[in-house]
Every structure is written in C-alpha cells, then in structure tokens.
C-alpha cells in the first residue's frame, strides 16, 4: 500500500445510508486497493481523514473555463434587455490564445481547490474565437492530469445555422477528438434545425450530446420535446444531457413531472446551473422575480438523473464565482427551498455519484480498482458538508496529494 487515508466518512454519491462507520481506504501504484476498517499501514503513507467527509471528488459537469475572467472587459447593458451573448461577442478579438489559456487556467487552478477532480467543460467554437478556445483548453487537459480529468463539450453559442463558418469548426472539433457536442438553440434564428445538426454530427462522430436548453421568460416552446423524440429516435439515451431547463421553474409541478418521467424513459438527464439561471431569469419584470431556477429534486423523484454545476465564472452570463460546487449546492438549495436531510443529501449527489453517472464515467467512486481520487471535506456528512458550505481540506489525485487547505483553528489568548 502506498497511501492509506484513515478514519474516513465515505459518500460516493449514489447511497443514502448514512455516513456512520470511520474506513480507510488503501491506495496502491494509484488505484484503491482495499477500503475496510483499520488498514494495516506498514511502510505507507498515511492521511489521517480525522471523521471527515470523504468523496471521490467533485465533479464538475458544466462549466465554461474558457470565457471565464472576462465581466472587466464587458459593456453595461440594461437589465431588461441584459443578453450575456451580447456581453462577450464584441470582446472575442480580446480572447487570443494565450490570454484565453491564463483565464481558463486561473479558473482551472480554482476548481481544482475546491475540490473538484472530474469536468466537463464547454467550449465554444465559431468564425469569432476560431480554435482559440479549443487549443487553449486542449493545452490544460494535458498540463493538469496532476490534479482534475477533463473532457471538452464544443459548441455553437453564437447560433449555428445562422453563423456561416461555423459548422465548419464544429467539425473540425469533432476531426481533433471532441466526445461530446452541445448546443444553444436560443441563440439561433432556427432553433429546431440547430438541433437536428448536434444529433446528426453526434451519430457522425459517436458522440455525447449537451445542450443548452429552455431558458426564457414564459414556458412557452420547450425545445425539451424534441431533444426526447431525437434521443428516443436514434437510440442515444443516456448519452444525452440538457442544461439549465430554466422554464421549468414557470411550470405547475405536475407538469413538469409528466416531461420528467418522459426524460426519465428517454435517457435525456438534466444539469441545474442554478447561479446563472437565478441571475439571468425573470428581467421581463420589475418585481415580484421568479427564481428561475429548475428543481432538480422534483426531476430526481420522478427518474431523471440530474447534475448541479457552475456554468459561469466571472462573466456576463454570472458575474460571480469561487468555483465551489458545494457552495453552488447550498445556493441551490436555497433557491428551491429545500430543508430535509434527504433533500439535501441527494443534493450532495448531483454533485458526486448523479454527475459521474451523467457524464458516463465508469470509473468514479469508493470501489477497488478505481483510481485513487479522494476529497476529504470539513464535514462529517453530505448534509452537513451542503447546510455549511464545507472546504475541501484535501484531495487526491491517483493517490497522490493534490491540494491542502489548513482546517481554521482560534487561537485563544
Ligand atoms: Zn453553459
């Protein structure tokens, strides 16, 4: 063994026993090799957890590292008509190379310390940021294998059918190794064919497929429809996932339950990005503003697999960000108004076990022979580590130690 952590809480996301029994977990030559109660720790060495929390890290399913870092550059817009896209198109000739490398990476460096081990992140791809974007992130996947795995989702924010040139680079994407494919149909002046071209490249390519989807200010027009009827059509349930569903929040419950158990049969899971959601909703009126964001609890309860992620750091679409997903988890849960320890333990899910089962990875949890990754939290439960915003104190990465965060202590006279 070559790292044993001790005395440990375990959540691994997917189980909603109770925390009670401190295990360690033995780590060898990087992968978990043994996870039971007082480890033998010969010749190892050891992290003693100290009944912490621990995950096999955060995983951050939606999030934009590349147009991170840039709300200084962007003009005021009035909050009516505030559009994020109308925020960063103008400054995209800023975005060169290496500046978009510096922002993702800040970005990069600010997940990683907050826990999170596992991304996918969006990276747009037109005739105004060319590949830029693409290499810039393409560059940090391979410079932070250390620490975080990170897979990139390329797509067309700007519209896609309307923006020539553009369709040309997704595929170009696509040509250089891209696993998965995404979309903005709202920003396209023919959202539906938009649609129709991400599942035809993605049958191209073999690809994942995640859209952002169904944000407005009226219920009306859910693209959501023909995101099952397409799924269901070519058989890719389970590889396709829908952000944000903002206008889900606008509907009754019992409604939302019957497009719910629709996704659920289909395979279609849902993201809640509920910063952006919850800064971008509900400018139609002056007062009165809805929260606009999704339940993903209502969507769990009725068979959706459903993730929290950030979105956006520190750009027009969120002008705010620590990067933390437990932080966004307890945000969430205020926005939706959630108080029993279920409720908020399954929140600590979509953050852990729900999102690596969204991003289809086979490899997460507390299981022998998956990689060595854990994240001790200050928190002795998921309930606790979401009602307190817990810090990550440390993590591993391939049994190595990536991070450290001292616990705070008073220092008394
Ligand atoms: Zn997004």
């Known amino acids: 063994m070559d790292l044993v952590i001790r005395n440990a809480r375990l959540s691994d996301g997917t189980s909603l026993v109770p925390?009670?029994?401190?295990?360690?977990?033995?780590?060898?030559?990087?992968?978990i090799a043994a996870i039971a109660p007082n480890l033998p720790v010969a010749g190892a060495q050891v992290y003693d957890a100290g009944g912490r929390l621990a995950c096999p890290g955060l995983v951050e399913t939606h999030i934009h590292i590349d147009k991170s870092r840039v709300i200084e550059r962007c003009a005021p817009q009035p909050r009516a008509t505030y559009s994020p896209v109308k925020g960063v198109t103008p400054i995209k000739d800023t975005m060169t190379l290496e500046d978009t490398r510096q922002r993702a990476e800040r970005t990069l460096q600010e997940c990683i310390l907050h826990g999170t081990t596992r991304m996918r992140t969006q990276v747009e791809v037109d005739p105004g940021i060319g590949m830029r974007g693409y290499d810039a992130v393409q560059s940090l996947i391979d410079d932070y294998k250390w620490a975080i795995d990170i897979e990139m989702c390329v797509f067309p924010q700007e519209?896609?059918?309307?923006?020539?040139?553009?369709?040309?680079?997704?595929?170009e994407a696509m040509k250089r190794g891209a696993k998965v494919i995404g979309g903005a149909p709202r920003y396209d002046t023919d959202g539906p064919a938009q649609i129709e071209r991400i599942f035809e490249l993605a049958r191209e390519y073999d690809a994942d497929i995640d859209i952002h989807l169904d944000v407005g200010p009226t219920p009306d027009g859910?693209?959501?429809?023909?995101?099952?009827?397409?799924?269901?059509?070519?058989?890719?349930?389970?590889?396709?996932?829908?952000?944000?569903?903002?206008?889900?929040?606008?509907?009754?419950?019992?409604?939302?339950?019957?497009?719910?158990?629709?996704?659920?049969?289909?395979?279609?899971?849902?993201?809640?990005?509920?910063?952006?959601?919850?800064?971008?909703?509900?400018?139609n009126v002056d007062y009165a503003v809805p929260r606009g964001v999704a339940d993903a609890n209502h969507l769990c309860a009725h068979g959706v697999n459903c993730s929290l992620s950030s979105n956006n750091i520190l750009n027009p679409a969120t002008p705010f960000g620590d990067c933390s997903l437990v932080r966004m988890a307890n945000l969430y849960a205020n926005i939706v108004q959630l108080d029993r320890p279920e409720q908020l333990?399954?929140?600590?899910?979509?953050?852990?076990?729900?999102?690596?089962?969204?991003?289809?990875?086979?490899?997460?949890?507390?299981?022998?022979?998956?990689?060595?990754?854990?994240?001790?939290?200050?928190?002795?439960?998921?309930?606790?580590?979401?009602?307190?915003?817990?810090?990550?104190?440390?993590?591993?990465?391939?049994?190595?130690?990536?991070?450290?965060?001292n616990a705070p202590e008073l220092l008394r006279p």
């Open 222 to 283: 859910l693209y959501v429809h023909q995101v099952r009827e397409l799924t269901e059509k070519y058989r890719r349930g389970g590889r396709v996932v829908v952000g944000h569903m903002a206008k889900f929040s606008l509907l009754p419950p019992d409604e939302v339950a019957k497009i719910a158990r629709g996704l659920a049969d289909a395979g279609v899971a849902v993201t809640v990005l509920p910063a952006t959601d919850l800064f971008l909703m509900g400018r």
């Open 345 to 405: 333990h399954e929140c600590f899910n979509m953050l852990t076990g729900r999102s690596a089962k969204l991003l289809n990875l086979k490899d997460y949890g507390f299981k022998v022979g998956n990689p060595g990754d854990v994240v001790i939290l200050n928190a002795e439960t998921p309930v606790q580590a979401v009602s307190e915003i817990a810090q990550p104190l440390a993590a591993f990465k391939n049994g190595r130690q990536t991070l450290r965060w």
């Open 19 to 31: 925390e009670r029994t401190l295990m360690d977990i033995g780590i060898a030559d990087g992968r």
């Open 159 to 171: 519209g896609l059918t309307n923006y020539p040139g553009t369709d040309e680079l997704l595929v």
